[in-house]
């Protein structure tokens, strides 16, 4: 059975939502966690973390958890069960929401390069 390409955006949204609960997600927060700070934002302490890139320190809402080799490959989709090892056994970082950007902006670049 072959999927069509808006089943597989579909399957992969699903996947990654249910990614965001996973224990492997929750260890690489544990790690980068540095403590309680106070959230200049909202005035209160919250636990903040720290980007493994620019070293910086932010609260959860400003960080995200970043697969280090991207869940699909630069070199394109390779099959489900590839996509599933690398999104939940793959290595993880923390990075603030800049530093992934750009992190992002870059891969996708790359792949749309190597696709051409």
């Known amino acids: 059975m072959s999927l069509t390409q ?14 965001l609960t996973s224990p492997e997600r929750k260890a690489v927060l544990d790690k980068a966690c540095i403590g309680q700070k106070l959230n200049l934002k909202t005035n209160r302490m919250s636990k903040h973390y720290e980007c493994a890139h620019c070293k910086h320190h932010f609260p959860l809402k400003r960080v995200q958890v970043d697969h280090i080799s991207p869940i699909v ?7 489900w069960e590839e996509l599933f090892d ?11 929401v800049e530093c ?11 792949r749309r390069s190597k696709s051409s």
């Open 86 to 96: 690398r999104m939940f056994n793959g290595e993880m970082q923390v990075l603030c």
């Open 6 to 19: 808006k089943q597989n955006a579909y399957i992969k949204a699903a996947v990654r939502k249910a990614s």
């Open 100 to 110: 992934h950007s750009v992190k992002s902006k870059a891969e996708a670049l790359e």
């Open 73 to 79: 490959p630069l070199s394109g989709w390779d099959s």
